[in-house]
Each structure stands twice: as C-alpha cells, then as structure tokens.
C-alpha cells in the first residue's frame, strides 16, 4: 500500500469509496497485509481478526454497490478500518487485557463503545497492546512484544494505549480506541506523532465501570477531524456506566479570541530542557489573535493521592489466586494496595476534590489550558518509566507525567496534539485542556494548532524506515 493510501483519513477514504475508486474489501485486505508486515516489529496488535474485518468490509461494500452516497446515512464510518484496545470488550474477539489470566477470554458482547462503532460501520481490525490492565504508561506486558514507537523501534509508543498509537501513527487502520485513567490515551499520542482525545469524564461510556472514577475512553487518530468523528459516533450515556447517565451539556465552542493558560513548569526526573516545540505551537495561537499568558502550574502535587486511588482499585480488582500470572511491577502496587485504609482512601478523595476545585477557579479565568503533554522523551521500548533512579520506587511509576493525571482526577476534557520533533528527533505533544464539558471548545483549538504546525504530512513511512 502506497503512503497516499496508508496515511488517509475518513474524508479521504470516503470520497474514495464513492468515486469506486477503491473499495471497502481491498482497503482492508492492503491494511491487513501492512499489518502481517510490519507489526512483529511494532507489536501493535496482540489480536488480529482478519476473518471478520473481511466480511465486515465486504457487508459495507455491498452498502456502496447498493445505495451508493445514501450508504453513509446514519454510517458515518462505512468500511473505515480501525483498531480497539485489548482493555475494552470486542464481542467473538478476545480481550485480555493484557494479562496472562485472560489470555483466552472472548466476550459475548461488545462494550457500549464498539457496538456504536460497528453500527456506525466501522471495520474492527483487532485488538491492540495494553499493559496489564491498562496499570502502567508503558506498553509491556507478559503476553507478547511490548509496543514499539514507528519513529524508533527501540523506543516506547507510551501506554497504556501503546498499541494504538503506534498502529495509528504507522498507518495500520485509520484511528483506534483507546482508555485513559492518568494519560494513556495522550502520553502514547505525544510520543507517536498523533492525536489523543481525553473527552469530559463519562462522555463516552465505560463499562465495566471503573470504581476509583479516574478512567475515559476516546479516539486515537491522524487527523483532529477523525478524533471528533469517533467521539460523535461513542459518545451518549448507558445504563451500566452511572457516571454517563448525566444530561448532555456542551457549551458552543465559539469563533472569538479565547484567553489561553501557558503552563511549562510541570517536570518530572529525566526531563529533556525547555518544552520549545510546544510554546512555538502556543506562540501561533497568540499570533492568530488568542490572549495568551504565562502561569505556574495551578495545582500542587496531587500525585499520592493519585497512587492510593489506583492502587486500592488495582487491589480490588486482583484475586490472590491470580498472583503467579500478574506483571511483577503491578503486583507491587497490587500489594500496597492491599494496605491502604478506608481513612486513606477518603483523604485521597478529599485531595481530588481540592485539585478539582483549584482547576475549575483557574479555568474561571482563561478558556483552554496549553502544556506540553509528558516532558521526557519516549524511553526504551522495553521498560514502563524513564532510566532514572526517582523510579527505583515501584510506587512511583506515572509520576513522570505530571500534566496528565491531573485531568483525570477532574475529569476534564484534554488532547495531545503534535507539535513537532523534540530535540532527539521524535514527536512532541501540546496538551490542551478545559471545563468539564467543554469538549468542543479543546477540539476547536486542536485544529488551530494543527492547522497551524506543519506536521500532518509527517509520518514514520515517509520520514522513517519501519522495517
């Protein structure tokens, strides 16, 4: 598959389908062969349903033959192949989890997510690499290869949404889901060169639900446009998600200048120096007539409160039985878990509380928060944090990325956009956030910055051999 063809959006792959210039079954038939190519390099994908996707492609083709244009009525994404993460639910296709537990475990429903995807007319290629539950921002788990980053194979693609990230960024489906309970949708994002969406907590329905309420699902993809689509398509409540059954409330994204937050002092052990490619992003949106100021960090260090929220659920949800077969790095927070208290955990919560509240008084005063998403590069493809003794700790394992979880504990909406190459010559990101259900707003101003930074024409096959 050419790069003009491997690297298109659903616009593109559209007109195309229309045109009968290329058709539902042979798009996905080329897809899967890059896949059979290139992916024991990448490990992307620890489950490949090939068999399906072709018969989901050739029941979309059909569609076309049939009713031509009419065929994307109420189908938005007619024979558009993509990925789903190995935590979320694929019914006939197996979800492990990353874990060797459920190494052969296959639902017999979708989650809510993927069953609007497939009736929107999405084509499931297969389920990509998580770590073990999705525990920790690097993708390595005992079941197979870790995800390697497209730009460096012997770097990470981040986590826990590894795996989607490097199959988006490498052209092996035109987006992916992904979850996000401290930054896995937009630290793999940043560190392959695509978009993350992070939506409003509860926008997109989680099931099973997630108990220490710190979990999103949202879209990887190439392209702002693609991430809105699919968060069009999951978004809406469901009954077995409690925290989605809130009335829908979306404040107009406006066309006027908004007043935007620059915040660069988030830092973390093994940072690479000042965050230029990101303020040069925030810089053009000054240009274009935003109001851009400088401010500290608005919230202190909210990250112990963080670890005893993930580590109590990760304990809840562990069986001793299942200790033989658990990742070691995450048995360790499964044990410290086991000892937190009830008095621990409330404290914890009262510390969301406070962050949230500190959030919501500055976003009072400026309309979008801009940062850089992690500010360390991507680290060896096999490990799970940076080379650096602070992380000896096995408790300190997500503190490398101080502007992530913060928007989780909130539940704010947030994206990683790329901003460009970083000094070692791999992707950076540019997080913007905003208020609770200003989802619109944070994807108006990702467009700017995409439509201001030259990078969508920047892909591994064209500036990186993957092989």
């Avoid at 539902?24 to 890059?34: G, H, K, Q, S």
């Avoid at 009419?70 to 558009?80: F, I, N, Q, S, T």
């Avoid at 409540?237 to 915040?263: E, Y």
């Avoid at 096995?394 to 989780?408: R, V």
């Amino acid at each position: 598959m050419d790069d003009a063809l491997r690297y298109l959006d659903t616009a593109g792959l559209r007109r195309l389908y229309a045109a009968r210039q290329l058709s539902p079954v042979e798009f996905t038939e080329d897809t899967l062969a890059l896949i059979a190519d290139l992916d024991p390099a990448l490990g992307a994908f620890v489950t490949v349903a090939a068999d399906r996707a072709l018969a989901e492609a050739a029941r979309a083709e059909e569609r076309v033959l049939r009713l031509g244009e009419a065929a994307w009525e109420g189908r938005p994404l007619l024979g558009v192949p993509l990925s789903v993460k190995d935590l979320t639910a694929t019914e006939g296709i197996r979800t492990t989890r990353g874990s060797l537990a459920l190494r052969d475990a296959v639902p017999g429903q979708d989650a809510p997510a993927v069953a609007r995807l497939r009736r929107a007319g999405a084509v499931v290629l297969g389920k990509t690499t998580t770590s073990e539950g999705g525990w920790s921002a690097g993708t390595v788990n005992r079941l197979g290869p870790a995800a390697a980053n497209p730009w460096d194979l012997s770097r990470s693609a981040g986590g826990s949404s590894g795996g989607a990230g490097a199959a988006v960024a490498a052209g092996l489906g035109i987006a992916g889901t992904g979850t996000d309970g401290a930054g896995s949708i937009r630290i793999p994002a940043a560190f392959c060169g695509v978009v993350g969406f992070k939506p409003t907590h509860g926008r997109v329905p989680y099931v099973p639900h997630c108990p220490d309420r710190l979990a999103h699902l949202g879209p990887l993809a190439r392209t702002v446009d693609d991430a809105e689509l699919l968060l069009r398509v999951m978004a809406g409540p469901d009954a077995r998600d409690p925290d989605s059954l809130l009335p829908p409330h979306d404040p107009p994204a406006g066309d006027g200048p908004l007043r935007i937050a620059w915040i660069e002092g988030l830092t973390a052990p093994g940072s690479t120096g000042p965050a230029d490619r990101q303020r040069a992003a925030v810089e053009r949106l000054a240009a274009a007539g935003h109001h851009v100021e400088e401010i500290p960090p608005p919230f202190g260090d909210a990250y112990p409160a963080l670890v005893t929220l993930l580590a109590a659920a990760e304990a809840a949800a562990s069986p001793a039985a299942d200790e033989a077969l658990a990742d070691p790095a995450r048995l360790a927070v499964v044990r410290h878990g086991r000892t937190l208290s009830a008095v621990q955990l409330v404290r914890a919560e009262a510390e969301r509380a406070e962050l949230t509240g500190k959030l919501a008084s500055c976003l009072e005063r400026f309309d979008v928060l801009a940062m850089p998403t992690v500010p360390v590069p991507p680290f060896a493809v096999d490990a799970w944090h940076p080379d650096a003794p602070a992380y000896d700790d096995p408790l300190a394992w997500l503190s490398w990325a101080p502007a992530a979880f913060p928007f989780n504990m909130a539940g704010l909406p947030a994206v990683s956009v790329p901003a460009g190459f970083g000094p070692e010559g791999l992707p950076v990101g540019l997080q913007l956030a905003a208020a609770r259900h200003h989802d619109a707003l944070v994807l108006r101003v990702a467009k700017e910055v995409e439509r201001a930074n030259p990078w969508r024409d920047a892909h591994p096959g064209k500036d990186r051999d993957l092989t």
